[in-house]
Structure formats: C-alpha cells, structure tokens
C-alpha cells in the first residue's frame, strides 16, 4: 500500500478512535491499518510503534478536554456552566448506542498506574479540567452562588470525578435507565454546589 502524503495528525486521530474503541492492548497494528488505510512502514516510519501512535492519539484528544475548559469559562453562573458540561456529556453517552466513553477515563483504568508516560499525560488531562473547574468555582465563589466555607479544589475535583462517572454510568446501563440515571447524577452534582 502506498500513501505519499498524509498528515500524521489525521491518522492519529482515525487510530484514537480504534484505540477508544477497543483499548490499547486489543487494538492490533493491522487494526491500525485497516482504519487509517496506511501501510504498516508509514505507521512505522511516523510513529515508531503502536505505542508511540497511541501516545500521539492521546495528546490529540486533549483538544476535547480543552474544549470542555473553554465551555467552563464561558459567562453565566457556576451551576449553569456545570450543568451545561454534564448534560453534553449525556447527551454524547445518550446519542450514540455504542459509545465508547472517555478515552481518558478508559485509558487510565486500562494503563494508568502501570506506564509512567502514560500515567502522565492522564494525569494532564484531569488537570485542565480540574484547574478549569477551580476557577469556574472561585468564580461562583466570588459571586455569591456557592458557599465560601468549600474548597474550590475539592468540588473541582468532585466534578472531575462525576464527569468520569458520567461516562461510565452512560454506558453501564441498558437505554431504558440510562437518561434517568444520568439526570439524576447531574442534579445531585449540580445540588452539590
């Protein structure tokens, strides 16, 4: 197979989909071939190995936790910013039947812990949202919306974990239960503040 020019960027993201999909360790080279339609030297040549295209796939989703950091900063009270951010991740988990839930929460129960490098970059992950949500409660704080006497790192990191336990909760369950059970997440987070 011969493919003269490709952005390494587009492939990358084509193999994060792969690796969401299946996870690191069940995704094969050929797996990565077939979906990115590169020959194995192409991958080879770009990225060294699967693990170094894993890495680049990975450094390639932050662009959604960026995403969701820049909806956090956005005007309006710290509970309807919250609000906002969980009920788009409902509605992902919701409209797709077979959605793959965060690769960053899949990647960290699948590697975390156990590949420094890998570890690491989940690690900056949850920071970007973490420090986005800390401002989005000082901010609240500020405001009058929520109670000074809380930790703005602690109900940042408490929302970090419910957007983990969004996804998870998204696709634990069969359609029937999942948008009850993930409204009730939301108003019990948001209720929270």
């Given at each position: 197979?011969?493919?003269?020019?490709?952005?390494?960027?587009?492939a990358?993201?084509?193999?994060?989909?792969?690796?969401?999909?299946?996870?690191?360790?069940?995704?094969?080279?050929?797996?990565?071939?077939?979906?990115?339609?590169?020959?194995?030297?192409?991958?080879?040549?770009?990225?060294?190995?699967?693990?170094?295209?894993?890495?680049?796939?990975?450094?390639?989703?932050?662009?959604?936790?960026?995403?969701?950091?820049?909806?956090?900063?956005?005007?309006?009270?710290?509970?309807?910013?919250?609000?906002?951010?969980?009920?788009?991740?409902?509605?992902?988990?919701?409209?797709?039947?077979?959605?793959?839930?965060?690769?960053?929460?899949?990647?960290?129960?699948?590697?975390?812990?156990?590949?420094?490098?890998?570890?690491?970059?989940?690690?900056?992950?949850?920071?970007?949202?973490?420090?986005?949500?800390?401002?989005?409660?000082?901010?609240?704080?500020?405001?009058?919306?929520?109670?000074?006497e809380?930790?703005?790192?602690?109900?940042?990191?408490?929302?970090?974990a419910?957007?983990?336990?969004?996804?998870?909760?998204?696709?634990?369950?069969?359609?029937?239960?999942?948008?009850?059970?993930?409204?009730?997440?939301?108003?019990?987070?948001?209720?929270?503040?």
């Open positions: 197979m011969h493919t003269p020019h490709f952005h390494p960027d587009d990358a993201d084509t193999a994060m989909r792969v690796f969401w999909q299946k996870g690191y360790a069940a995704t094969s080279i050929q797996d990565l071939v077939d979906a990115t339609g590169l020959s194995r030297s192409s991958l080879y040549n770009t990225f060294e190995s699967k693990y170094g295209l894993f890495q680049h796939a990975l450094r390639r989703y932050r662009g959604q936790t960026l995403r969701n950091a820049v909806l956090l900063a956005e005007d309006g009270s710290a509970q309807a910013r919250v609000r906002v951010l969980l009920q788009g991740i409902a509605e992902e988990e919701l409209r797709d039947g077979n959605t793959c839930g965060c690769l960053v929460a899949n990647t960290a129960l699948e590697m975390g812990g156990r590949d420094p490098t890998v570890t690491t970059m989940l690690g900056e992950h949850f920071a970007t949202l973490e420090t986005a949500l800390t401002a989005l409660m000082q901010r609240g704080q500020q405001r009058g919306e929520i109670a000074r809380k930790s703005p790192v602690a109900l940042a990191r408490f929302l970090v419910t957007v983990q336990g969004l996804r998870v909760m998204g696709r634990g369950h069969v359609d029937a239960d999942r948008a009850a059970r993930l409204d009730d997440i939301i108003d019990t987070a948001v209720s929270a503040l």
